[in-house]
């Protein structure tokens, strides 16, 4: 089943080299994309890192990553550096709304086709492809009414573990959840705290939760990276079977392994090998739209899938590996 | 020589030996030494900024390493928008060089920076505050986090490591708070200032306004640190606090204050980053605290305080940020940055600790750097030699004066009032009363070794002080610093405008003041070891009362020590110790300002020089040569050598045990020795002074005042008289 996956990612490379061998290969000679992601390291930004390296390789342009390692000022001196180096196409994941804003002004103004991925800025540019958090917010929160709330027989407590409070997927997903539970005062949230995407973190903060509320029923996780450690205080405290989790994330085999092992109750999960050939497509046309980038802004919106113990027989999840070997 | 070898030093030096004894190797021995200023090596090691040499050649390599790895590193664009960074970043190094310069470390640079970035924040995006008005809360609100740490530090005396450690915790928390409550507002408000909005994409004629901000700062840093009170109070304390306190410092003040300085200047840095990037991020001021301490410790700062300087936060601030914006841009992996920057850390430590730990050792085994010297074989002394040097009794039995009540008469004189005065190494000036110098007083006390001296038309007695340089006591005890510099020679390396052991002195008729300064590379107390190097090191200054001014004008002299106005005062005789000679320096008549030799290769090294009374002249030589000494001499790989490898007091010097007094004429001539052949009173002569008829013969090594009886001498010839003419 997991091939089948697969193949539909493979033909989302081919519908793209298609479109690029009608074009001469040279075209693409000579032009750089560069990618500055919140951090390397993680599934979801190596996921995306490998599918832009392959189209890359195959079309002769060049590719590039900077790291900020989570430090967002790093991240905004790689911007600016990059900046003055005049890439064709920026690949930015904003670590928040607001930092890089004025650098994609800046960018876009130098003529540089900037694409956001996933995690939107205040400042608008040419391409954005990712997920709607504000409707996962609200999924994730339908979830909780429908495990915790009235009729379930249970507390109606939840606990949210945020990412960097500041960031798109945070703002928006509370969004989401606020949107939700409003209509719904049986929901009671006894903890709404950042974790700053950062496991270990995550981990400090659930184990104070399960002990100050004993009898909680369910928890949102903003990430799965981060949820592995929001999962194991729950499990550490005994109480995997009373607290359902659901968390999100980009739906690698770390997903699927938590799902099994109960440690995740539902990811929602945004597929990163598609956003991969979204922003593929999204550089072709970029690359090939000329030398000033267009008015138009194309959104592209990465459907979600649901990943629980009952569909990922069904769907399964990608390997970095897999991933790597297909392109590779 | 890199200058200054005057005509004192070619008409110094003693006659070489015939060239048909000097063979080609010893030949280009000379002109090597003579062409390669050794002693320079050893005088930049000296100097307090060659502890900057390593940091630049680190900054140098860091900055060619990526330079060449990365394209377009310097590109102009490239380089300003690093500059932005570098500018915001330089300011926190600034604040922990200057807490490290005091002695302390200051870890919580990093949370009180994400203070001041969300304080500055809240006052923009949330009150709306002006931009003048946020800068102030910034800086009032990093400011208290470094009064904080002053306080528990400073005058609570905690432990600098472990108390900015658990600042650095709580005001984290404190920031994690308000982030948990205030970052999505913030991240959803909107400034509406337009200098706020100004600041973070500022550029003054192209330059980052953050980038100037930090350069002004570096400048009036290093303004403050190196030549104001303030400045020189943190170094102080940093260096030794008990030393400071003793020295009246207010050790604890000076250790807060340090404190609040870098916890303001993390504020406008914050401030600064804030209207930059307006980033709420958690991650914010994160880890700063390591790099910072990486930029100032790689500079050169030292951890243990009192060594540092704003070009060292300079240095450091600009390799620690090519080195983390060169990793980003090498696009190395997660955690790569930390880890080269941790290695960096590492090996900064490591410099530090072992730079500061062997600084001396080395500079001791290189400073010392002999050179050439070439002197024909003198005339013998031996008893039966037949030479006017030869060796007699007739000190044997001087009367002793004063014994044990001087430590050191370096030099003997009388006044009007037939009082003697000498000097001791305790820094005081004994006055022995006439008629029979039983009874004595400490007539002023001056501090450092007083050495030469004369009486001045006025009856002041003007005092060489060794370590100190010349002074004035007036009659009435007053003691007064005449001139302690002179103008700096333009190629010298140490700065030679200080006077480290002014010697001799003597003075015109117009009132100038000659002194000798015997060396500008030894101090007081490390003065023999100038005789290894016989090199001319020392120089003769002028002191012009008229005009206040001091200029040297003679330099590379061999040690010159004893100078003496000749009986006509048309000209100066002065002695070179090393040189073993007797110089003339013409001050009136046609020759004025030439300088010719007088007396070469004499058999001992020549000190004090005085008037006799018969219109010749006193010379004490202070020791003997020795054909040993004479060979070395010829031998400076030996000397250094020697210098290197054996204990300081197993060296070879020239022998100052034993030596005489010698008389002699304008011409040349040498008249008559006295010897105290046995060295039972007066084994080691420095000085002579004829006063009635008798000579008092002083010691720099002794523990009294000799007096010999002079046969035929004028019994009421004194030689303040012979200088100023009896008193009205």
């Known amino acids: 089943m997991r091939l089948r996956h697969f193949l539909t990612a493979l033909a989302a490379f081919g519908l793209t080299l298609a479109a690029a061998s009608a074009q001469t290969a040279d075209q693409y000679k000579g032009k750089t994309v560069a990618f500055v992601p919140v951090a390397l390291g993680y599934d979801l930004e190596d996921g995306w890192s490998a599918i832009l390296k392959h189209q890359a390789d195959k079309l002769g342009y060049t590719y590039e990553v900077r790291n900020p390692n989570l430090n967002s000022d790093v991240g905004a001196q790689a911007i600016s550096q990059l900046i003055t180096e005049k890439p064709t196409v920026l690949v930015i994941q904003n670590p928040d709304v607001q930092v890089y804003s004025r650098l994609i002004k800046k960018a876009e103004k130098a003529g540089i086709h900037v694409i956001q991925i996933n995690m939107k800025s205040v400042a608008p540019s040419d391409y954005f492809v990712g997920a709607d958090y504000v409707q996962l ?11 915790c709330g009235a009729g379930s027989g249970k507390s109606g407590k939840i606990a949210i573990v945020q990412g960097v409070l500041t960031a798109a997927a945070s703002v928006l997903q509370m969004q989401g959840i606020d949107a939700v539970l409003s209509k719904h005062p049986d929901i009671k949230v006894v903890s709404n705290q950042a974790a700053d995407w950062d496991s270990s973190k995550a981990r400090a903060i659930m184990q104070t939760v399960v002990q100050q509320n004993p009898d909680l029923c369910g928890v949102v996780g903003f990430w799965d990276s981060m949820d592995v450690g929001t999962g194991s205080a729950i499990r550490e405290a005994g109480k995997a079977a009373q607290v359902f989790l659901v968390t999100s994330g980009g739906g690698s085999d770390t997903a699927c392994t938590n799902i099994d092992n109960g440690t995740f109750g539902a990811e929602l999960s945004y597929d990163v090998p598609r956003q991969g050939s979204d922003m593929n497509k999204d550089i072709l046309a970029a690359m090939t739209a000329g030398p000033a980038p267009d008015a138009d802004k194309v959104t592209q919106i990465t459907p979600l899938k649901v990943l629980s113990k009952e569909t990922i027989g069904t769907t399964g999840c990608w390997t970095l590996k897999q991933l790597q070997a297909a392109a590779g | 020589m890199p200058e200054g070898a005057g005509p004192g030093l070619r008409s110094g030096q003693a006659e070489p030996a015939s060239p048909a004894r000097v063979g080609l190797a010893e030949r280009l021995t000379e002109q090597r030494y003579r062409l390669f200023p050794d002693h320079v090596v050893g005088e930049i090691l000296a100097k307090g900024w060659v502890d900057n040499a390593t940091p630049f050649a680190f900054l140098l390599i860091v900055l060619a390493l990526f330079g060449s790895l990365i394209p ?28 490290l310069v005091g002695g302390g470390i200051d870890l919580s640079v990093g949370s009180s920076f994400a203070l001041g970035n969300i304080v500055a924040l809240m006052c923009i995006n949330l009150a709306g505050l002006p931009a003048w008005a946020a800068f102030g809360c910034t800086l009032a609100a990093s400011g208290a986090v470094g009064l904080l740490n002053g306080v528990l530090v400073g005058y609570l005396r905690l432990r600098a490591f472990l108390t900015t450690l658990v600042t650095l915790i709580i005001v984290r928390a404190v920031v ?23 600041l973070g994409d500022a550029t003054v004629a192209g330059v980052p306004f953050s980038l100037i901000v930090w350069l002004v700062l570096i400048v009036g840093g290093h303004i403050i640190l190196s030549r104001t009170r303030p400045g020189w109070h943190v170094m102080a304390v940093g260096g030794s606090r008990r030393s400071a306190h003793n020295a009246g410092i207010s050790v604890r003040r000076t250790v807060c204050a340090t404190y609040v300085i870098a916890g303001l200047l993390t504020g406008l840095s914050a401030f600064l980053f804030a209207a930059r990037l307006g980033s709420t991020g958690s991650e914010t001021g994160s880890g700063l605290e390591l790099s910072v301490l990486t930029a100032a410790i790689l500079g050169g700062n030292s951890l243990g305080g009192g060594r540092g300087s704003m070009a060292k936060a300079l240095m450091g601030s600009i390799t620690v940020l090519a080195i983390t914006n060169g990793v980003v841009r090498l696009g190395l992996h997660a955690g790569a940055g930390p880890l080269v920057l941790g290695l960096f850390l590492l090996l900064a430590i490591v410099v530090d600790v072992r730079w500061l730990k062997n600084r001396h050792k080395i500079l001791s085994k290189v400073y010392i750097s002999p050179a050439y010297q070439r002197l024909a074989p003198p005339a013998s002394a031996a008893a039966d030699a037949g030479t006017p040097y030869a060796m007699n009794d007739k000190l044997a039995d001087v009367e002793v004066l004063g014994l044990d009540r001087v430590d050191g008469p370096e030099d003997v004189i009388f006044d009007r009032n037939d009082h003697m005065y000498t000097g001791s190494r305790h820094g005081d000036i004994h006055r022995f009363l006439a008629p029979d110098y039983t009874r004595h007083e400490v007539f002023a006390h001056i501090g450092g070794f007083p050495l030469g001296m004369a009486f001045d038309r006025d009856d002041n007695l003007l005092v060489c002080v060794g370590g100190m340089g010349l002074y004035r006591v007036r009659p009435d005890r007053v003691v007064e610093k005449v001139t302690d510099e002179t103008n700096r020679s333009r190629l010298s390396i140490n700065d030679d405008t200080r006077l480290r052991l002014a010697d001799d002195l003597d003075i015109a008729p117009d009132g100038k003041i000659y002194f000798s300064e015997a060396t500008t590379r030894y101090e007081m107390n490390t003065w023999p070891v100038d005789a290894l190097e016989a090199r001319g090191n020392g120089r003769l200054i002028c002191y012009d009362p008229a005009r206040g001014s001091t200029r040297t004008i003679l330099r590379g002299l061999r040690f010159p020590n004893g100078i003496c106005l000749a009986h006509d005062g048309q000209s100066f005789l002065f002695a070179q110790t090393w040189a073993c000679s007797i110089s003339r320096y013409w001050i009136a008549g046609p020759k004025a300002g030439t300088t010719e030799l007088v007396i070469a290769n004499l058999p001992g090294h020549p000190d004090n020089i005085n008037r006799a009374s018969d219109g010749t002249y006193w010379l004490a030589l202070v020791g003997m040569r020795s054909p040993v000494v004479d060979l070395s001499l010829r031998m400076p790989g030996f000397r250094r050598r020697m210098a290197r490898r054996v204990a300081a007091d197993e060296w070879l010097y020239p ?16 008249l008559d020795a006295l010897w105290d052949r046995h060295g039972r009173n007066h084994p080691m002569i420095t000085s002579m002074r004829e006063h009635r008829g008798y000579l008092y013969l002083g010691g720099i090594l002794n523990n009294r005042v000799g007096r010999y009886r002079i046969p035929g001498a004028d019994p009421d010839w004194t030689g303040i008289g012979s200088y100023w003419g009896a008193r009205a």
């Open chain 1, 137 to 147: 917010g609200q999924q994730a929160a339908d979830m909780m009414v429908q495990k």
């Open chain 2, 72 to 99: 377009d590193f310097f590109s102009g664009a490239s380089l300003v928008a690093s500059a932005r960074q570098l500018g915001e970043f330089g300011c926190v190094v600034i604040g922990q060089t200057i807490v």
């Open chain 2, 176 to 198: 994690d708070v308000l982030l948990l409550h205030e970052a999505v507002p913030i991240s959803m408000g909107n400034s509406n200032s337009a200098v706020w909005d100004w």
């Open chain 2, 655 to 670: 022998n100052i045990n034993i030596g005489c007094v010698v008389k002699i004429d304008d011409g040349g001539q040498v």
